[in-house]
C-alpha cells in the first residue's frame, strides 16, 4: 500500500505565492513520474506540472515562468512553488505519482487533494 498525502494549500491574494508538498510512503520500491493535477467543479483534471526521477520537468502552458515542480528522490516527495499567483488558479491540486511497489507491481497513486484558492 501506498499513500500521499499534500500539504501546503490555503487561501493568498493575487499576485501572492504558495508552496504544495507531497509526500509519498508505504510499499514504494521506486517512484518514476511524480507531479501535481489540478480539477475545478465540472472540470476534467488537468495536468499543472510533471517531474521525472531524472528531473526533467514539464508544465501547463498556463502556469509556465510561474510554477516550478522539484522532487527530493530519497526523501520521496515532490513540491509545486506556486509564484504570482492568479484567480484562475482556484481549483483542487492533487500530488499524483507512478510507483514501483515492493511487490513489483506499477500503479498510478494520487493523494486526497488540497485547496488552493485565489483572490482577486
Known amino acids: 500500500q501506498v499513500q500521499l498525502v499534500e500539504s501546503g494549500g490555503g487561501l493568498v491574494q493575487a499576485g501572492g505565492s504558495l508552496r504544495l508538498s507531497c509526500a509519498a510512503s508505504?510499499?514504494?520500491?521506486?517512484?518514476?513520474?511524480m507531479g501535481w493535477y489540478r480539477q475545478g467543479p465540472g472540470k476534467q483534471r488537468e495536468l499543472v506540472a510533471a517531474?521525472?526521477?531524472?528531473?526533467?520537468?514539464n508544465y501547463a502552458d498556463a502556469v509556465k515562468g510561474r510554477f516550478t515542480i522539484s522532487r527530493d528522490n530519497a526523501e520521496n516527495t515532490v513540491s509545486l512553488q506556486m509564484n504570482s499567483l492568479k484567480p484562475e488558479d482556484t481549483d483542487v491540486y492533487y500530488c499524483?505519482?507512478?510507483?514501483?511497489?515492493?511487490?513489483?507491481?506499477?500503479?498510478?497513486?494520487w493523494g486526497q487533494g488540497t485547496q488552493v484558492t485565489v483572490s482577486s
Open positions: 517531474i521525472t526521477s531524472a528531473g526533467s520537468t
Open positions: 508505504g510499499s514504494i520500491f521506486s517512484i518514476n513520474d
Open positions: 499524483n505519482a507512478h510507483v514501483w511497489t515492493t511487490r513489483r507491481y506499477y500503479n498510478d497513486y
